[in-house]
C-alpha cells in the first residue's frame, strides 16, 4: 500500500547468511547485549515518529564506548553495510526508519552532559541528551538552549542536529543551527573529525550548515557544543481573534512591518482551536477564524514597551479581541493550547499525518483555502497550526490508518499541500527533514544538477554512501521514475490509485 | 531561483569555456576585498553585470539579489523600510572600490554587532550557483525555515569564490533598533574580557563591544526603555550618538587609526573562543566580547609562529588579514580531516580547477 508510493531503503527480505556475518563480526567487541537481530528485539526499532512506514532493521547495535562505536563503523565499512543512525526516534519524517539490510545505530547511551561552561555560556553534550534535559542543567545559572522543537522533553540533540530542529521561537533565536558552535563526529571509516569551533568561524570552508541537518548522511555526531543564551526576566503573549484568516495573515506582516521581531508568533485557524480548547481549556475564542499568539521577552522594561505595541498593531490590524496574559500561569495556559495542537487532533480523529511545509507569509490566506478545497476533495478534515513568524506551516491531516484507502487519501492530501508550498515559493520542509517521506517532493524541488551536486557533497563525506542511504535525497533515477507516475496540469497525480 | 538574464548566459559560457581548457579564472567584481585572501592567477571574471534586486519584501524579512549588486544599493533599499543586514558587513570603499554582494557573500566578514545576531551565514537563506562545469545549482531557497537539501548556501558563505560563481542570494534581514546608545569604560584586558563574557550571559541588550589601550566600548541597541535601564544597571560613561556613529563606523570598516599598519607589517585576525585570556602577542584590539582580535605584527617566520600557535592552542584560527608579506598563507593550515573534507568539496564544485584556485588553502 504505502511502499507502492515510497520504496523503503533495503526493502525484501533479510539475507539471513549476511546477517549473521554483520551479528558475528560486531559481537568481536561488542558485548551480546548491545548487537539485537532477533525479530522480538529489533521489532520496538522498527519506525520513527512517522509510523506510515515500519520496516525491520537487520541488525540494532546499541554501542556504549566511542571505541564500540568507531569498530561498528568500520565493520560496517568492511562488509559494506548502510548504517542509519537513531537518536530518541522522534523524528517526523521517517529519517530513522530502519535500512532492511542494514545496521541500525542507536546512540541512546551516549547520554552524559560532558561540560557546562557558564562564563563562555556553552554546553558540551554527547549526542543522546535530551533537548529540555540542557536547559533543565543549566537553569540555575540563568541561561538555557534556546531550540525548542514541541517533541523537545523526548528529542535528543543528535537528531535535532540531523534535522536542524526548530520550535516556535526560531524567528528571534534561530534553528538548531544558529545555536550549535561545534560538533566532533565519526565518518564511515571511524575517523574523528571537529566541524565548526568555539571560536566565532574556522579556516576553510564553513561545513557546519553542511553537517546541521544532513540528516545521518554525511557523519555520526559524538559531541556537540551548544550555545547557551540567558534567561529573558519577563515573558508576555498576546492572543488576538480574527474573523478572517487573511485579516490573520496580513497583522503577522503587519507587526513585522512595526519592526517587530516577537519571541513567539504562531497561528491555530478553527478546527484546530476547536479540538484543543475541550481538551485544554486555554480559554481559545471559539467564534474566531483564526487566534494569534504573539509572545514578547526580555527585560520587564523591554517586554512592557514592546506589548503595548504589538497590541496595537493587532488591533488596528482588525483583531475582534485581544488579551493580554496577566500573569506567567495565564501566558502558560494561553500556549498550552498550541503545545497541545498535536495530541488533541489525535484525540478527535484516529490517526493524523503533520505537515511541514514553509510558505511565504504573504501567500498563507491563498494557502489555506486552498487546503480546505483539498479536504473537500480527499475527504479528509485537515486542522492547522502555523508557525506564523517564520511561515511554517503544520497541517494536521486526520485519517483512519485501519482504512488502507482512507491512508492513500491522507498521503495524497500531504503530497499536494507540499507541492503547493513548492509553487508558492516556499519548501517541502521547514524542519522535519525530508527522510523518507518527502524524498519525491525534492525532485520538484530542485533541478537534476541541484540533485546530483547534493549527491556530490554526500561523497565528499561518505564515499561509500554508507551513511543512512536512500533517505533526504532522492536519486535520479528515483525523480525519473516518479517523473513518470506524477501528472502535472491540474490532473489527477497518481492516477492508477483509486479515488473517493 | 536564477532569474533569465542576458549575464547569465555570458558568464556560463565563460566558464564552460574556462573549464574545458582548464583556464583558471579570478572572479572579481569592485575589487574592495582583494586584498584578503592568498594571491591567486588567473584570467579576471567580472560578474558585475549580472546585478539587480530581484525581489524584496519587508514584512517577509527576505531580501534577493543578483551578485553584482551593489552593497549600497542594498543597504539603501533595507534601509528605506527601517531595516537592516543584521550583521553589518564591512564595505571597504576605499579609493572608490565597490562592494557587492557577491563578494560580501564570498568573503563572509561580519561587523561589530555579529556578536549579538550573528555571522552573514546565519542569514543566508538561499544561493544559486554557476558551478566549474557551468551548471546553474540552487540551494536553499526565500523562506525563513527551510530544512530541504542540504544547506549549501550557507558553506558558500565566506568560500571566497573557489566553488563557483555567486549568482542570486536571499538574505534575511531584521528591523533596525529603535534606539541605541554607546557607553565607555577603562578596563585592563583581562578584566574586559571577563566582563564582556559576564554580560553576555544577561539578558542585556548589548550589540557590540571593542577594547583598545584600556578602553572598553560597548553600544546597546532595542527598545528605549530598556536601555535606559540597561545603562542603569552597567554603568560606564556617555558617548555623544555622534561621536559613537562614527566610531562603530570607523570599526566596521577598518578606518580606526589602529588598523594603519605599515608597509612591512600585516593586519592579523585571531579568532578565538571570546573567553581566551589576552593573547599577549602585542598591541590588540579586540571585538565581538573577545572572540576577534587585530593585531599588527611583522610576517617574520618567528612572528607567524607564535601567532598562529597561540591561536591554535586557544582553540582558534589566525589569518594574515591585510598586508604583510604575500608569501604567508593568508588562512590558518587545516587539521588533516578537514582539508581532505574542503578538497573533495572544492573538487566536487570545481572539478577543473579554475576558480579562486588558491586563494583560501593549497588544498590537495
Known amino acids: 500500500m504505502l511502499g507502492d508510493l515510497i520504496p523503503l531503503p533495503g526493502a525484501g527480505a533479510v539475507d539471513v547468511a549476511r546477517q549473521r556475518a554483520v551479528v558475528a563480526k560486531l559481537r568481536e567487541t561488542l558485548p551480546d547485549h548491545c548487537v539485537l537481530w532477533r525479530e522480538e528485539d529489533t521489532r520496538p526499532y522498527e519506525c520513527d515518529g512517522l509510523t506510515l512506514y515500519r520496516q525491520l532493521p537487520m541488525v540494532v547495535a546499541l554501542p556504549e564506548t566511542e571505541a564500540q562505536l568507531i569498530a561498528i563503523l568500520r565493520a560496517c565499512r568492511e562488509l559494506e553495510v548502510p548504517v542509519v543512525p537513531r537518536g530518541a526516534g522522534t523524528g517526523l519524517s521517517g529519517g530513522a526508519l530502519p535500512h532492511g539490510q542494514g545496521v541500525l545505530l542507536s546512540l541512546a547511551k551516549f547520554n552524559r552532559i560532558l561540560a557546562i561552561d557558564p562564563l563562555a555560556r556553552t554546553a558540551t553534550v554527547q549526542p543522546g541528551v535530551r533537548n529540555a534535559a540542557i536547559s533543565e542543567a543549566v537553569a540555575h545559572l540563568g541561561l538555557y538552549y534556546a531550540p525548542d522543537p514541541s517533541s523537545q522533553i523526548a528529542c535528543t540533540i543528535g537528531g535535532n542536529i540531523a534535522e536542524n530542529a526548530g520550535g516556535v521561537h526560531c524567528l528571534k533565536y534561530g534553528l538548531t543551527l544558529h545555536n550549535v558552535l561545534r560538533v566532533r563526529g565519526l565518518t564511515i571509516d571511524g575517523e574523528a573529525v571537529v566541524i565548526g569551533s568555539l571560536a566565532p568561524d574556522v579556516a576553510g570552508y564553513d561545513l557546519l550548515p553542511l553537517v546541521v541537518g544532513s540528516e545521518g548522511l554525511l557523519l555520526i555526531v559524538t559531541e556537540a557544543t551548544l550555545k547557551l543564551v540567558p534567561k529573558p526576566q519577563k515573558q508576555q503573549v498576546v492572543m488576538a481573534s480574527f474573523d478572517d484568516i487573511e485579516k490573520g495573515g496580513d497583522a503577522v506582516a503587519a507587526v513585522i512591518a512595526a519592526g517587530i521581531i516577537p519571541a513567539g508568533m504562531e497561528m491555530m485557524d478553527k478546527p484546530a482551536t476547536a479540538a484543543v480548547e475541550p481538551f485544554v481549556k486555554a480559554g481559545y475564542d471559539l467564534d474566531a477564524a483564526t487566534i494569534l499568539l504573539v509572545e514578547s521577552d526580555g527585560t520587564p522594561e523591554e517586554v512592557c514597551e514592546e506589548i503595548a505595541r504589538i497590541e496595537a498593531v493587532l488591533q488596528a490590524a482588525g483583531a475582534t479581541r485581544c488579551t493580554v496574559s496577566q500573569s506567567e500561569p495565564e501566558r502558560l495556559r494561553f500556549w498550552a493550547g498550541r503545545k497541545a495542537a498535536f495530541p488533541a487532533v489525535g484525540r478527535i480523529s484516529p490517526d493524523y499525518y503533520c505537515m511541514d511545509g514553509t510558505i511565504p507569509r504573504k501567500r498563507l490566506g491563498e494557502v489555506l483555502k486552498a487546503i480546505v478545497a483539498m479536504e473537500a476533495k480527499y475527504g479528509l478534515r485537515c486542522a492547522n497550526v502555523f508557525h506564523a513568524g517564520d511561515g511554517n506551516l503544520h497541517p494536521l491531516i486526520m485519517f483512519d490508518a485501519n482504512d488502507p484507502e482512507s491512508i492513500v487519501r491522507a498521503e495524497q492530501f500531504g503530497f499536494e499541500i507540499l507541492e503547493l508550498c513548492i509553487a508558492v515559493g516556499g519548501t517541502v520542509t521547514g524542519e522535519h527533514g525530508v527522510g523518507v517521506e518527502k524524498i519525491h517532493q525534492l525532485c520538484l524541488q530542485f533541478d537534476k544538477a541541484t540533485l546530483a551536486a547534493f549527491h556530490a557533497i554526500k561523497r565528499a563525506f561518505d564515499p561509500p554512501e554508507l551513511l543512512n542511504p536512500g533517505k533526504a535525497v532522492p536519486t535520479l533515477n528515483r525523480c525519473a521514475e516518479f517523473g513518470k507516475m506524477h501528472v502535472h496540469g491540474g490532473q489527477l497525480k497518481f492516477p492508477e490509485l483509486p479515488r473517493f | ?364
Not at chain 2, 104 to 122: E, I, K, Q
Not at chain 2, 231 to 236: E, H, P, S, V
Not at chain 2, 295 to 318: E, F, N
Request: with cysteine; glycine share 12%.
Open chain 2, 1 to 364: 531561483m536564477s532569474t533569465q538574464h542576458p549575464e547569465l548566459d555570458a558568464l556560463r559560457e565563460r566558464v564552460r569555456a574556462a573549464a574545458a581548457d582548464r583556464t583558471p579564472l579570478t572572479i572579481r567584481a569592485g575589487g574592495s576585498k582583494a586584498f584578503y585572501g592568498n594571491r591567486c592567477d588567473g584570467a579576471r571574471l567580472d560578474p558585475r553585470g549580472y546585478s539587480g534586486i530581484v525581489d524584496y519584501a519587508p514584512t517577509e524579512l527576505v531580501i534577493t539579489a543578483r551578485c553584482g549588486t551593489p552593497l549600497a544599493d542594498i543597504e539603501a533599499a533595507v534601509a528605506a523600510e527601517r531595516q537592516m543586514l543584521p550583521f553589518e558587513p564591512p564595505r571597504f570603499a576605499a579609493g572608490g572600490a565597490q562592494a557587492t554582494l557577491g563578494g560580501m557573500v564570498a568573503a563572509g566578514l561580519a561587523g561589530p554587532r555579529r556578536v549579538a545576531t550573528g555571522s552573514l551565514r546565519d542569514f543566508v537563506l538561499g544561493a544559486s550557483l554557476l558551478d566549474g562545469r557551468g551548471e546553474v545549482l540552487a540551494f536553499g531557497g526565500r523562506v525563513m525555515k527551510n530544512v530541504a537539501g542540504y544547506d549549501m548556501a550557507r558553506t558558500l558563505a565566506g568560500s571566497l569564490g573557489t566553488l563557483g560563481v555567486l549568482l542570486d542570494v536571499s538574505l534575511k534581514v531584521l528591523p533596525l533598533p529603535p534606539a541605541e546608545c554607546t557607553l565607555r569604560f577603562e578596563l585592563d584586558e583581562v578584566t574586559a574580557i571577563r566582563r564582556l563574557n559576564e554580560w553576555g550571559g544577561q539578558p542585556l541588550p548589548i550589540s557590540a563591544s571593542a577594547w583598545c589601550d584600556g578602553v572598553l566600548l560597548l553600544r546597546l541597541s532595542g527598545a528605549r526603555a530598556g536601555l535606559s535601564a540597561a545603562r542603569t544597571r552597567l554603568g560606564g560613561g556617555p558617548v555623544g550618538d555622534a561621536a559613537a556613529s562614527v566610531l562603530w563606523a570607523d570599526l566596521r570598516e577598518q578606518r580606526h587609526a589602529f588598523f594603519g599598519a605599515g608597509d612591512d607589517t600585516a593586519l592579523w585576525r585571531i579568532a578565538v573562543p571570546p573567553t581566551t585570556p589576552p593573547l599577549n602577542l602585542g598591541r590588540t584590539l579586540i571585538e565581538w566580547h573577545g572572540g576577534q582580535r587585530w593585531l599588527v605584527a611583522g610576517c617574520d617566520a618567528q612572528t607567524v609562529t607564535r601567532i598562529r600557535d597561540a591561536a591554535s592552542a586557544a582553540g582558534g584560527h589566525a589569518t594574515r588579514f591585510r598586508g604583510g608579506d604575500a608569501a604567508v598563507p593568508a588562512f590558518h593550515p587545516l587539521a588533516p580531516a578537514v582539508a581532505q573534507l574542503n578538497a573533495r568539496l572544492k573538487q566536487a564544485f570545481d572539478p577543473a580547477g579554475i576558480f579562486n584556485t588558491g586563494r583560501m588553502h593549497a588544498l590537495a
